[in-house]
């Protein structure tokens, strides 16, 4: 960062990786392969970009600030299997990537973690291993079991389509500047892939956790997917109470009720 005097956007929530040290963990649990084409979202100042480069046969990397361009450029100058893709990544058509990206492997911008992360399960369907460094929080969310705390509709869209392979914690002081949370990298493998159904589920997943003190059949009425009564006759059928709240249900459980809801 010195060396280029570059002064970090907070609008954006840059926290530019600047530890080497880190980037043997990541690419350990990202088990990099000198065949894989990886997509790295929020490149910053190309350090990440640079490590992976080295190891596989394609990087996209996805930047939104065209202001690090030149410093991102100059980071990979010796590598010719990097593409730089300025961008907002929430609308670039990243499917459309050629080659198409079988590994998603990012310091994630902190605003766009989870949505990122939603959109690739199903938007991005030849990746088939993600290792994402972000903060502890959200790490704790993506995996969480029913009746936490943590447990929503994250939790239930990336339980239903991989699985955990590792995790790791991550200092502060391995970014720049440190950021006021603690962070984790997370890795995970996929396990199922997705048709023209997921759609209608991540509504409904959405839709029953967007009113959490609500019940489920009433998250969902309020949401406009579907009648109390609508609702309820599906939980009957899955043996499950008229008043239980999304919380309660298992991953496996909304692809039942969506079936019945929200078909395709």
């Known amino acids: 960062m010195s060396r280029y ?22 690419g350990r649990l990202a088990a990099l392969s000198p065949e894989d084409v990886v ?8 350090v990440l970009t640079r490590y992976l480069a080295d190891r596989v046969a394609h990087v996209h990397a996805i930047e939104l600030d065209r202001s690090l361009e030149p410093h991102l450029r100059d980071a990979v100058a010796g590598n010719g299997n990097v593409d730089l893709v300025f961008g907002d990544a929430l609308a670039l058509p990243l499917a459309a990537l050629e080659p198409p990206a079988t590994k998603l492997v990012a310091n994630l911008p902190y605003q766009v973690a989870t949505p990122v992360v939603v959109e690739s399960l199903d938007g991005l369907p030849l990746v088939e291993r ?3 460094m972000v903060q502890r929080e959200v790490a704790d969310r ?15 869209l990336i339980r239903l389509t991989a699985a955990r392979t590792g995790t790791h914690p991550v200092a502060r002081t ?9 962070s984790a990298l997370v890795a ?3 396990t199922r892939k997705w048709g023209p159904e997921y759609g209608a589920l991540k509504r409904l997943v959405q839709g029953s956790f967007a009113y959490r003190r609500k019940t489920f059949a009433n998250s969902l009425e309020l949401a ?8 309820v006759a599906a939980l009957e059928v899955i043996g499950r109470p008229a008043g239980i709240r999304a919380e309660a249900l298992d991953p496996e459980e909304f692809v039942s009720l969506a079936e019945r809801l929200a078909p395709p």
């Open 130 to 132: 993600w290792c994402v």
């Open 188 to 190: 995970f493998e996929r």
């Open 39 to 46: 997509l790295e979202i929020g490149a910053g100042l190309g």
């Open 142 to 156: 993506f995996f969480a079991e029913p009746g936490t705390r943590s447990y929503g509709a994250v939790s239930v």
């Open 5 to 26: 005097a570059v002064t970090p956007n907070r609008e954006l929530g840059q926290h530019f990786l600047v530890d080497d040290n880190i980037l043997g963990v990541a």
């Open 224 to 231: 406009g997917l579907a009648t109390r009564a609508e609702s």
């Open 174 to 182: 391995v970014f720049r500047p440190p950021p006021n949370v603690d």
